[in-house]
């Protein structure tokens, strides 16, 4: 076995997850990724804790939405409600079989069943204030995934496990000095009032006042390496293009242009796929609000992979979600949708805060 899914293993269930003898985990997989499972049951058992599988299978979510009759669209299992109001912690393992699974259902059935899961995400969010329930999600390389990020499965399976520190002897020394550096500039952050971005085709204003900076370093995704925040709902006006590709669901949608006014995007075009942007923005009364703005600083993520676990961190990038807000910055957009667009800093980009320039050109000025 490669040491790297040991430490990956050791890594998630030490550092992420912070699993304690006694505690349930249940790791949420799909079959591609026995090793890392086979690791994490190993580490559960040697900690005293137990650990549940639950398998997604190849096709399953679209044969559920080809199927399901009102009932199962509008609501959450009783079972399912019970399994994560009584869990320690879930690992949500990301190994697709097929990303384009879900690009043929209706983004409108999609987006029924997210506002049916309501009440897991609102779990989620209590018992994560109550300090009773951690989660993280975390990546295992399998060929398809290589496929759509355009790499053979041995280039893939070495940016994958470097871009979460397992080339490190030490992964969790690695991620708690990047949690140090990153601090650093949360700090700075901390207490600023109005944000301005600029770039390419991009002008936008928006108030941060009130809202705390979040460091992202290996506690909820792995790999990590953002620092975000949500932005006050009615507050954003302007322009921004994002030249990346954004995926959602497994449809791409690319070249996405959105103008907004008084928080809410008012105008939005794409060079590919605006059919489903738009749609997607009309998931729910709230799915045109920014819900987080955010830097990536994973500077071992170059180029987008077409998985938004890696996207999000390209050193050198920003991201804006629309829709549901992250309730511990103080964001109160409440939402089905959470959908990230990524932008690149690197040429021309600049965010300055109460008018002093802090990001620019893919790096911290301050």
């Not at 005293?48 to 559920?64: I, K, N, S």
């Not at 995007?265 to 009364?285: C, F, I, P, Q, R």
Request: hydrophobic share 35%; glycine share 8%; charged share 25%.
């Amino acid at each position: 076995m490669d040491l790297r899914v040991k430490r990956l293993s050791d890594l998630i269930l030490d550092y992420s997850i912070e699993i304690k003898e006694g505690q349930t985990v249940v790791v949420s997989t799909t079959a591609g990724a026995e090793e890392l499972v086979q690791e994490l049951s190993a580490g559960c058992a040697a900690r005293g804790a137990w650990l549940l599988t639950l398998l997604r299978v190849e096709d399953g979510q679209y044969l559920f939405f080809r199927n399901a009759r009102d009932n199962l669209l509008d609501a959450v299992s009783p079972v399912e409600l019970k399994i994560f109001e009584t869990v320690d912690a879930l690992v949500s393992i990301m190994c697709n079989a097929n990303s384009r699974e879900l690009s043929r259902v209706d983004p409108q059935k999609i987006a029924r069943h997210g506002r049916g899961r309501a009440p897991i995400y609102e779990i989620f969010d209590r018992r994560e204030k109550e300090g009773s329930f951690k989660w993280t999600i975390a990546p295992y390389p399998v060929s398809a995934m290589a496929s759509d990020a355009e790499m053979s499965l041995t280039e893939y399976s070495d940016f994958v496990f470097k871009a979460c520190g397992c080339n490190e002897n030490d992964p969790t020394a690695f991620w708690r000095a990047v949690h140090a550096e990153q601090e650093k500039i949360v700090q700075r952050f901390n207490g600023s009032r109005e944000l301005h971005i600029t770039g390419p085709e991009t002008d936008l204003r928006m108030s941060v006042a009130g809202r705390s900076w979040v460091n992202c370093s290996g506690k909820y995704n792995m790999p990590d390496g953002e620092i975000f925040t949500s932005p006050v709902e009615d507050s954003a006006n302007g322009r921004i293009y994002f030249d990346y590709p954004a995926f959602y669901r497994g449809v791409e949608v690319k070249g996405v242009r959105l103008t907004l006014k008084d928080g809410r995007v008012t105008e939005a075009g794409a060079e590919k796929g605006e059919d489903y942007l738009l749609k997607l923005l009309d998931t729910d009364a709230n799915s045109r609000f920014l819900g987080e703005i955010a830097i990536g600083t994973n500077f071992n993520i170059t180029s987008p992979t077409k998985s938004i676990l890696f996207d999000e961190k390209i050193g050198g990038s920003m991201h804006m979600a629309v829709g549901r807000s992250i309730p511990e910055t103080g964001g109160k957009n409440m939402s089905a949708l959470h959908w990230d667009l990524i932008k690149d800093l690197r040429d021309g980009g600049r965010w300055q805060l109460d008018g002093q320039t802090v990001y620019e050109n893919g790096k911290f000025t301050i």
